[in-house]
């Protein structure tokens, strides 16, 4: 089955460090570039951050950017959202997310999705 | 960062109905346009991309139009399964999202 599995969310205190995981399965996880997205609570979406196929280029949200890394490992199938200096307003639903083309750059569109995984910031 | 507007809010419809969704961004964003469908508890689907291209597995139904600053979703008769929350994304700069348009059953 293509499918997409979050984990690693749960309650962490203001200042704090969190490692989200997402493993894939069912597809070629290495030819597609990979994405987070995140939903705070009863809000919309936010666009996170991306990772091409091999690792090499990674792009991030201003609201993230110097306290968030992606990285993906492709032997594992898994890519990672490691999050650091956690606020309140980081506070959401975190969804991995596959890009819809499978040339390895990102389009930016995401045509599979996972079911998310919530972090709590929160003392 | 490039905003789009979506409207109305709400849209309150019967099954059968035609609904018609707005998007609209604060600059152009050509056709790279994207809607997604999203249910309480669900991860978003997407229906449409490039403005008008249908998803792999999405019905003939959903429909998407547009360019520049001006896009619309037209749901061409609802089924009961397609009440629900429906977001515009834009890829032209940053990725970002509308707020949102729920379709309810009336």
């Known amino acids: 089955e293509v499918q997409l599995v979050e984990s690693g969310g749960g309650l962490v205190q203001p200042g704090g460090s969190l490692r989200l995981s997402c493993a894939a399965s069912g597809f070629t996880f290495s030819s597609y570039a990979m994405h987070w997205v995140r939903q705070a609570p009863g809000k919309g979406l936010e666009y996170v951050s991306a990772i091409t196929t091999n690792g090499g280029s990674t792009y991030y949200a201003n609201s993230v950017k110097g306290r968030f890394t992606i990285s993906r490992d492709n032997s594992k199938n898994t890519v990672y959202l490691q999050m650091g200096s956690l606020r309140t307003e980081d506070m959401a639903v975190y969804y991995c997310a596959r890009d819809a083309d499978s040339s390895g750059y990102p389009y930016w569109y995401f045509d599979l999705w996972g079911r998310g995984t919530l972090v709590t910031v929160s003392s | 960062e490039i905003v789009l507007t979506q409207s109305p809010a709400t849209l309150s419809l019967s099954p059968g109905e035609r609904a018609t969704l707005s998007c609209r961004a604060s600059?152009?964003?050509?056709?790279?346009l994207a809607w997604y469908q999203q249910k309480p508890g669900q991860a978003p689907r997407l229906l449409i991309f490039?403005?008008?291209n249908r998803a792999t597995g999405i019905p003939a139904r959903f429909s998407g139009s547009g360019s520049g600053t001006d896009f619309t979703l037209t749901i061409s008769s609802l089924e009961p399964e397609d009440f629900a929350l429906y977001y515009c994304q834009q890829r032209n700069n940053w990725p970002t999202f509308g707020q949102g348009t729920k379709v309810e059953i009336k």
């Open positions: 600059q152009s964003v050509s056709s790279y």
């Open positions: 490039d403005a008008s």
